[in-house]
């Protein structure tokens, strides 16, 4: 889903007011396209490529709500100005979780029911809340770099790899906002 | 944008055949679904795309960054950038190598590169760029059509190694995004990352 903000009127304005933009092409910043494409394409695959598909995407399902456990709880021991920015991708973390229950359901499987806690570190001030948060955005990077292979067929993949593509985006701010380095390196690995 | 091939959405909206029939699908009956009846993209192809593309975000990223267009803390910023543009481009050129494909030129001066832009629908054209402001969306812009182009290829590419690369690159594609986004005016980490699912410009 598309959340429109002050960032996002200005691309568009700046992408569809000129009249040179995106001629011809359609603008996919976001949105459940991808999702739907992995839909559709999911329940044309055999059965065990489904109950392979459903195992993964209920493991990311697992780790991206552990994630928003984590935003949950650490969010309280951020400063005001990060709170804001950060109750934004709590809600982007569970915008991934709708698109991998929806998924799992396009395979056949059913999405489990969430888990009465999750495991998220005991973080007790700001600093100690934005190394958890670090851990788990670079642990989902890490997990679906090994799980999108395995994902078929191409346009579940790319739909997963919509999701990665927003968590290595938080990972990034998370890192502004602990002074870090944003962009490490060329290629996102979830190691740091 | 090339219209030589069918799109994404041409492919993968084309109603019952849908995305997974065509993976499954025999080259001769993929090849049918082309809108045009041009054989579909190999993996070298597919490569070589995306090569080009790159080439001209490392070559927009010079320009720039060669230029006093951008303030000391937005030069800063996406001064690593082309770094990595160049590496994308070597590992990009090392897979394509591998398969025998010929490694595409890229953009050799101002004029060539405003074509390529002009050709992928990026408003804005190096050598007319105003300030910072107009550096800061072209580079954005172009930076999101590359992400397009890799969640395209997602959804086409079987190489397993191949697909991993891909994902890698584009997430960092969209890390620049995020940066430059937060270079722009009165911009927050917030408004930096203001979609839940990225899959760039197509």
């Keep these: 889903m598309v959340r429109d903000d002050g960032r996002a009127s200005s691309r568009r304005a700046l992408l569809t007011g000129t009249g040179t933009a995106l001629a011809g092409g359609a603008l996919a910043l976001a949105g459940c396209g991808s999702v739907d494409t992995g839909k559709k394409a999911v329940k044309k695959t055999s059965a065990p490529v489904r109950r392979q598909d459903?195992?993964?995407?209920?493991?990311?399902?697992?780790l991206e709500r552990r994630t928003v456990a984590a935003y949950i709880a650490c969010i309280p021991l951020l400063t005001h100005p990060q709170r804001k920015a950060f109750r934004q991708f709590l809600n982007e973390e569970l915008e991934h979780t709708g698109e991998l229950v929806s998924l799992i359901k396009a395979a056949g499987g059913k999405a489990p029911p969430r888990a009465d806690s999750y495991p998220i570190g005991h973080a007790t001030d700001g600093p100690s809340a934005l190394a958890v948060l670090h851990s788990l955005e670079a642990l989902q990077i890490s997990s679906y770099l090994e799980w999108i292979p395995r994902l078929s067929p191409a346009p579940v993949r790319a739909a997963v790899?919509?999701?990665?593509t927003v968590d290595a985006q938080h990972l990034t701010m998370v890192r502004v906002t602990q002074g870090q380095d944003p962009v490490p390196g060329p290629f996102v690995t979830g190691s740091v | 944008m090339s219209r030589g091939?069918?799109?994404r959405r041409e492919l993968l909206g084309a109603g019952a055949a849908g995305a997974a029939g065509l993976l499954a699908l025999p080259a001769a009956a993929v090849a049918a679904t082309s809108t045009t009846g041009q054989?579909?993209?190999?993996?070298?192809?597919?490569?070589?795309r995306l090569i080009r593309l790159e080439l001209l975000l490392l070559y927009c990223y010079r320009h720039v960054l060669g230029s006093s267009i951008l303030g000391p803390?937005?030069?800063?910023?996406?001064?690593?950038?082309?770094?990595?543009?160049?590496?994308h481009v070597?590992?990009?050129?090392?897979?394509?190598?591998?398969?025998?494909?010929?490694?595409?030129?890229?953009?050799?001066?101002?004029?060539?590169?405003?074509?390529?832009?002009?050709?992928?629908?990026?408003?804005?054209?190096?050598?007319q760029l105003k300030g910072s402001r107009d550096a800061l969306y072209l580079l954005l812009t172009l930076e999101q059509v590359t992400i397009g182009a890799y969640f395209?290829?997602?959804?086409?590419?079987?190489?397993?190694?191949?697909?991993?690369?891909?994902?890698?690159?584009?997430?960092?594609?969209?890390?620049h995004d995020a940066m430059i986004g937060l270079s722009l005016p009165k911009s927050t980490p917030g408004s930096a990352v203001p979609y839940g699912l990225v899959q760039g410009i197509q």
Excluded at chain 2, 74 to 85: I, K, M, Q, W
């Design chain 2, 5 to 7: 091939v069918p799109t």
């Design chain 1, 54 to 62: 459903i195992e993964i995407l209920t493991h990311a399902l697992d």
């Design chain 2, 39 to 48: 054989p579909p993209f190999s993996e070298t192809d597919r490569l070589q």
């Design chain 2, 73 to 87: 803390r937005a030069h800063r910023t996406l001064a690593p950038f082309e770094g990595h543009e160049q590496a």
């Design chain 2, 90 to 127: 070597d590992a990009l050129e090392t897979q394509l190598k591998a398969r025998g494909g010929a490694v595409p030129p890229g953009p050799d001066s101002v004029k060539t590169a405003n074509r390529y832009l002009a050709h992928r629908g990026v408003g804005g054209r190096l050598g």
């Design chain 2, 152 to 175: 395209v290829a997602l959804s086409k590419l079987n190489d397993s190694h191949l697909i991993t690369l891909a994902c890698q690159i584009m997430a960092n594609e969209a890390q």
């Design chain 1, 161 to 164: 790899a919509s999701i990665l």
